[in-house]
């Protein structure tokens, strides 16, 4: 099946802790995308990459990093500088060279701090 | 500033009926819009996208409209079933940016 995994499903942190959440895609999308969710809210951009090893900040991108070293791969990286970070956090991708940048959502992983 | 409003967080309606949802933006001069549905702790799914220069859009029981001079889209689901309660998302890509925002969403519940 072509799509896009996240994992873990659930990710418990204590305060003062780095975390990393898993990105992958098959789709052979070149865009890659972050997004967090919080409760009755939409989504807000964190992070977006056009290609690898180059990458852009979204509209929240204080104390979360990102890297791309591979097509497939975006993992996010939620730092100790993030003072509020739990939240529901999407990934998603989409291709290139299409006008209308549908984007495919992985299933999220929900993110909560102790 | 831009601005994506969805209208009512919350929409209750009958089996069978017709839902509509609300879609309003300003400070936008969008290329097209996008409409998503997000079932709970799911990631949203694409249903169906409007070009600025379409005044309608259809698939199967959904519909949207795209109207940019009163800058709104409306997106029906016609017949409606309980299996279509979910919370449903506007988005908009602006120009040339190869961003998508998106609304806070509307909740739409179906009683049977």
């Known amino acids: 099946d072509g799509g896009i995994t996240q994992s873990p499903k659930y990710l418990f942190r204590k305060e003062g802790q780095n975390v990393t959440l898993s990105c992958e895609q098959n789709?052979?999308?070149?865009?890659m995308y972050w997004y967090r969710q919080d409760p009755g809210q939409g989504l807000r951009l964190i992070y977006y990459s056009q290609i690898v090893n180059d990458f852009q900040k979204g509209d929240i991108a204080e104390g979360y990093s990102v890297s791309r070293e591979k097509k497939e791969s975006f993992p996010l990286t939620v730092t100790s500088a993030q003072k509020n970070p739990t939240a529901f956090y999407l990934c998603?991708?989409?291709?290139?060279?299409?006008?209308?940048?549908?984007?495919?959502f992985g299933p999220g992983t929900r993110l909560t701090v102790l | 500033s831009q601005k994506i409003e969805q209208n009512s967080e919350a929409l209750n309606i009958q089996e069978g009926k017709t839902a509509t949802l609300t879609c309003n933006y300003t400070?936008?001069?969008?290329?097209?819009l996008q409409w998503y549905r997000q079932d709970p702790g799911r990631g949203p799914v694409f249903l169906l996208l409007?070009?600025?220069?379409?005044k309608e859009k259809r698939k199967e029981r959904l519909k949207v409209t795209f109207d940019t001079t009163l800058k709104q889209s409306l997106f029906h689901i016609t017949a409606s079933q309980p299996a279509d309660s979910a919370t449903y998302l506007c988005a908009l890509r602006s120009g040339s940016a190869r961003q998508l925002t998106f609304g806070s969403g509307t909740q739409l519940t179906v009683l049977p």
């Open positions: 409007i070009r600025e220069n379409e």
């Open positions: 998603a991708s989409s291709a290139l060279g299409t006008y209308t940048d549908t984007q495919y």
């Open positions: 789709l052979n999308h070149d865009a």
């Open positions: 400070n936008y001069s969008p290329a097209y």
